[in-house]
């Protein structure tokens, strides 16, 4: 956020880390004994008011920046799309629902008024927790490999009665392209 307070830098890790969390109770429903729903259902409700002044600060910013509301309104709902996709992931599910499940605990019963500093300690894990990962031996990416091995067709490699002329082409060997 570029020219940003102080205030609307806080503003932002704490509305990233809402985000975050919104997105870990909507995506980790496979495992609910993460208690990621009902954590965040408490984060709303513990800190509504912070959460709420966070939401203003921020629209503040977009609207401040770009020079009236209509245009500052449609830049926050941009940066809201942008935030929420960032934090969605599938090959590092199970380590971004674990990360955020002991974070929403933490979130949960901090202190009201203090959402930030839990934002401020944790947005670095959250983000990391967002790396796909793997067994060392078989890794979740499948490799597939795409290049065609081909022969050379020309017509003077082959015999009328389709066979290899390796003296006119040399020993059969298959190209990759």
Known sequence: MPG?????????????????????????KFEPSLLTLQNYNIILENHKDELKKAYETVNKYFVRTNKGAKVGISAMDRYGTRTYSAFT????????????????????????????????????????????????RFSRRVRV????????????????RNEWVAKKCGPFELTYR
């Open 4 to 28: 940003a307070t102080e205030d609307e830098v806080r503003a932002n890790l704490v509305w990233n880390l809402r985000s975050a969390l919104n997105v870990a109770a909507l995506q980790c």
């Open 89 to 136: 992931t599938v090959a590092a599910q199970y380590g971004f629902c674990q990360t955020a499940s002991a974070i929403a605990t933490h979130a949960a019963y901090a202190p009201r008024g203090t959402l930030y500093k839990v934002a401020i300690a944790e947005m670095n894990a959250l983000r990391n927790a967002l790396v796909p990962w793997g067994e060392e």
């Open 145 to 160: 490999d795409t290049r065609l091995a081909m022969p050379r067709l020309d017509s003077i490699c082959w015999s009328k």
